[in-house]
């Protein structure tokens, strides 16, 4: 019912005539259908919310930044792919028998979310800075190595791994440990690469972070390809 309603809501947030989806390139028709899904199924708006709260959270208590920010970047893309098992999960066989590849699907989602919930990563740690008037230029590049990471394993483990919100399983718990070690696995080679660079020269260090950050975009993407390639149906 809870559903419904959101559904109900959110979908008449749409543009008249219908939503335009296709694109030649199949990877962004794909981030257009999951940026509608999320908009007609009320992701976006929980999203919105989770990240209205923790704004406010973090003008508050601005001491608490990093950590605050690298709760939503931990807890959104969980909380982003829970939704889509109980919204559209039943309408993957769609997918398969279109003659297009599943990892096209995942991809479109991956990139789409992935760049979304970085840049909130970013936006949020940089809240911090702006109150206490100290510039960080490490910890927004960081934390979004961190999202893409989250939600590229979360994006596999949906393909993979797919659960029934209510049915007892192991399998949330696992999505669970997905989200943070590809929270680790995608911030571990960008922390690296800022403190090799405060080591070489320190002007540079945000610059190798941002490097950095670009080749863990690339092996994310690779992972997210290579992991869904074929779904749990």
């Avoid at 096209?104 to 990139?111: A, D, N």
């Avoid at 940089?126 to 979360?154: E, H, K, R």
């Avoid at 911030?187 to 972070?209: E, K």
Wanted: overall charge positive.
């Amino acid at each position: 019912m809870q559903q419904a309603a959101l559904t109900r809501l959110f979908g008449r947030f749409r543009r008249a005539g219908g939503a335009r989806l296709h694109d030649p390139s199949l990877t962004r028709t794909m981030m257009r259908l999951h940026l509608v899904r999320m908009t007609r199924d009320g992701t976006l708006f929980m999203i919105v919310i989770m990240c209205l709260l923790f704004g406010t959270l973090l003008l508050g208590v601005p001491e608490t930044g990093a950590s605050n920010a690298g709760i939503v970047v931990l807890v959104l893309p969980v909380a982003v792919v829970g939704q889509w098992m109980v919204s559209d999960r039943p309408n993957l066989w769609l997918v398969a028998v279109s003659g297009q590849r599943p990892e096209s699907f995942f991809r479109g989602w991956w990139l789409g979310l992935g760049v979304f919930i970085a840049a909130i990563g970013v936006v949020l740690s940089l809240l911090p800075s702006i109150v206490l008037g100290t510039l960080d230029p490490v910890t927004p590049v960081v934390l979004a190595g961190a999202a893409l990471g989250s939600v590229a394993l979360m994006i596999v483990g949906a393909a993979k791994w797919p659960y029934n919100p209510s049915a007892l399983s192991v399998r949330p718990f696992l999505h669970f440990l997905l989200g943070g070690l590809g929270a680790g696995m995608g911030a571990a080679p960008v922390l690296a690469a800022v403190f090799l660079g405060f080591f070489v020269a320190p002007a540079i260090a945000p610059l190798a972070g941002i490097a950095m950050l670009a080749v863990v975009a690339v092996l994310c993407d690779r992972i997210v390809v290579l992991g869904a390639a074929k779904p749990e149906v």
